[in-house]
């Protein structure tokens, strides 16, 4: 009886003896709040539309936000993640999300991203800047080169 009481309460408690690969995928995005993140995202997307399409009424950029489903886009995510992680290295993942530098990472990486990606735009100007401005030096000083000519023996 004692056993039974004790495995009742274990698994009312939600501990697992067992999950699935799918589970700890499901964990490790929950973990991540990855499904909330592409919300997060969608939203951005349709914010811009609004601005776009400012005739549009509020009530239905408000019903499609409405009909996004986070358990839409998870299930859409699993397969990649089983595709590209084994179960040991998703064991790993969650095992590192839970820890106090995991959680961290996980809040702070929105705002990474987000820097990051002005970063890159930056440099990218930079390089597209002296590209431009190499171009315009070599047409001054010097006719193109001729076409290559295909060899034939």
Do not use: C
Request: glycine share 4%; aromatic share 12%; no cysteine.
């Amino acid at each position: 009886m004692k056993k039974i009481a004790l495995i009742v309460l274990l698994m009312t408690s939600g501990f697992s003896f067992a999950q699935t690969k799918t589970e700890k995928i499901k964990t490790l995005l929950t973990l991540t709040n990855s499904a909330n993140m592409g919300i997060q995202m969608a939203s951005q997307f349709l914010d811009s539309f609004k601005q776009a399409y400012p005739d549009v009424p509020n009530d239905f950029w408000e019903g499609v936000k409405k009909e996004m489903n986070p358990e839409e886009i998870e299930n859409m995510i699993i397969p990649v993640y089983d595709k590209h992680f084994t179960e040991k290295e998703i064991d790993d993942f969650i095992t590192f999300y839970k820890t106090d530098s995991g959680k961290k990472l996980i809040e702070k990486m929105p705002f990474v991203f987000q820097e990051s990606q002005s970063a890159g735009q930056e440099w990218g100007r930079k390089i597209a800047l002296k590209v431009y401005e190499k171009i315009e030096e070599r047409s001054k000083y010097s006719s193109p080169p001729p076409p290559m000519e295909s060899k034939k023996k």
